[in-house]
């Protein structure tokens, strides 16, 4: 029977060789490991979105350490109050109504005066004729609820029910400037069902009473002297000097004024709010509502002492699948000149 080879005994000196070996590898893989790369870390969103209440109502309030956004989709997907970081909203110059809350009672209309921004089908000459009625505003745009979804870059997408009677849906995305106090809004009709319908988009943003109110004329205007009065009682103050269109609120009256400019400055208590259409190709022959690019309408006091800075797109046919987009940016300025005249100039030209 053949035996095996006899076992090797490591000695005392194999030992401290294996040992030391053993060491090298150590400090091999330790230096190896302070090389590697550690997995990066996604950075943090410069726009953060926390949820907050308001009034009553579960709110979206976009932050980016300049400015806050407040939107209540609950209220069709209204935005609330654009204002600088750390006020609160206290110096926004976004109005609501006083008694502001879910148990807040309609007028003898029957209408909600909610304030904040929204938007209306365009025109409301054609209210009547597809909803059945000229007033109110039709309900899914100026009073039901809509969805909110946040993306991960601190964008909110809002959507409405599909209207009745339009057969449309409103989708809203709203987004704060990544570092500087500006929104800007894009709102889309979506046309679901029913038959083709003419419509335009309309933003109406409802505002503190201010010291005073401008509007850019275009360079050549359809309208005579560049603007129209669309109410019995004229504008307050109203002047034009150059292409610069400035009045004030009468306490006493409601005004209304359409132009075929796109960009509106209100100057008031805190900074200043330029509200301007954003540029985007159409048909230069299209039809607007009415003619008009820009409203400009001031409440009395007797109703309650606000005003309203409204845009629209032009009016297009919409068949199923098709939609109809307006883009508005809103920009808070610090002010830099005591006279409100001054202002309006130093930030629309002369």
Request: glycine residues 10%.
């Amino acid at each position: 029977m053949m035996s095996g080879a006899p076992a090797r005994r490591m000695t005392p000196s194999h030992l401290l060789g294996l040992a030391a070996a053993l060491a090298a590898l150590a400090v091999v893989a330790v230096a190896c490991a302070r090389r590697a790369p550690l997995p990066a870390r996604a950075p943090a969103p410069a726009v953060a979105v926390s949820r907050r209440d308001f009034h009553g109502w579960p709110a979206l309030v976009l932050g980016n350490g300049r400015a806050e956004l407040t939107i209540v989709p609950q209220i069709a997907g209204r935005i609330m109050q654009l204002a600088l970081a750390g006020e609160g909203g206290a110096r926004g110059p976004f109005w609501s109504h006083p008694g502001l809350g879910p148990a807040l009672a309609g007028d003898e209309n029957g209408w909600i005066n909610f304030g904040g921004d929204k938007a209306w089908p365009a025109p409301q000459s054609r209210w009547e004729a597809i909803v059945g009625r000229g007033w109110p505003p039709p309900h899914t745009f100026d009073a039901a609820a809509f969805t909110a979804e946040v993306g991960a870059d601190g964008r909110v997408t809002l959507l409405s029910p599909v209207d009745p009677a339009y057969g449309l849906r409103v989708r809203r995305t709203i987004a704060l400037d990544e570092a500087a106090p500006v929104a800007t809004v894009e709102t889309c009709y979506q046309k679901v069902s029913g038959p083709s319908v003419r419509v335009g988009v309309w933003t109406i943003t409802q505002l503190a009473s201010p010291e005073r109110l401008f509007l850019r004329l275009p360079a050549r205007s359809a309208f005579p002297g560049g603007f129209a009065q669309r109410m019995p009682d004229p504008p307050r103050a109203l002047t034009v000097e150059g292409r610069l269109l400035s009045l004030e609120r009468d306490p006493a009256a409601k005004t209304m004024i359409v132009s075929d400019g796109e960009a509106m400055l209100w100057v008031g208590d805190g900074p200043d709010l330029l509200i301007e259409t954003l540029p985007q190709a159409h048909d230069p022959a299209s039809e607007w509502p009415d003619g008009a690019h820009a409203q400009i309408y001031t409440s009395s006091d007797q109703a309650l002492p606000y005003v309203e800075l409204e845009l629209m797109s032009p009016l297009r046919d919409l068949a199923p699948g098709a939609e109809a987009c307006l883009r508005v940016r809103y920009t808070l300025l610090a002010r830099a000149e005591t006279d409100a005249r001054a202002e309006g100039k130093r930030v629309l030209g002369p």
